[in-house]
């Protein structure tokens, strides 16, 4: 039997999210696989870092449903493997490289969906939206 919560409690969860992430957190992005939680990452891809907080706060579903984190989107930047590489997963980081989370990189599926996971060297990653569900079952 799977937990479930009331909506305040997942926007709670949320939040601590953006708390701990803080000001100045990293999204980055890796080919290979992912390693277990915190576990020693594969080849970094891109770097991206939100200029401000994470997000400004969860927001709690009247309905009970999703409970939303939406993401203020990271700045763009360019992708700094050489050659052509496949995304595959991701990890967010503290303005002090600290670990928050990780997850998967995707096309349509994915935590962090993205218009490609081709990625060349030079390239621009613009990610166009970035949000974190947290659902009872």
Request: hydrophobic fraction near 40%; charged fraction near 15%.
């Given at each position: 039997?799977?937990?479930?919560?009331?909506?305040?409690?997942?926007?709670?969860?949320?939040?601590?999210?953006?708390?701990?992430?803080?000001?100045?957190?990293?999204?980055?992005?890796?080919?290979?696989?992912q390693p277990a939680t915190a576990g020693a990452?594969?080849?970094?891809?891109?770097?991206?870092?939100?200029?401000?907080?994470?997000?400004?706060?969860?927001?709690?579903?009247?309905?009970?449903?999703?409970?939303?984190?939406?993401?203020?989107?990271?700045?763009?930047?360019?992708?700094?493997?050489?050659?052509?590489?496949?995304?595959?997963?991701?990890?967010v980081v503290t303005s002090a490289n600290a670990?928050?989370?990780?997850?998967?990189?995707?096309?349509?599926?994915?935590?962090?969906?993205?218009?490609?996971?081709?990625?060349?060297?030079?390239?621009?990653?613009?990610?166009t939206s970035f949000v974190i569900h947290e659902?009872?079952?």
């Open positions: 039997m799977a937990l479930r919560y009331k909506a305040t409690i997942r926007g709670a969860m949320l939040d601590l999210i953006t708390t701990a992430v803080g000001s100045g957190g990293k999204l980055r992005i890796y080919d290979g696989t990452a594969t080849n970094l891809i891109v770097e991206l870092v939100w200029s401000g907080v994470l997000s400004a706060g969860a927001t709690v579903s009247a309905d009970g449903g999703d409970t939303l984190l939406t993401c203020n989107l990271p700045t763009t930047a360019n992708v700094s493997k050489s050659g052509t590489t496949t995304a595959t997963w991701f990890r670990f928050c989370f990780d997850g998967t990189v995707g096309v349509g599926t994915g935590d962090l969906q993205l218009s490609t996971t081709s990625l060349v060297n030079g390239q621009p990653v613009d990610v659902a009872n079952p």
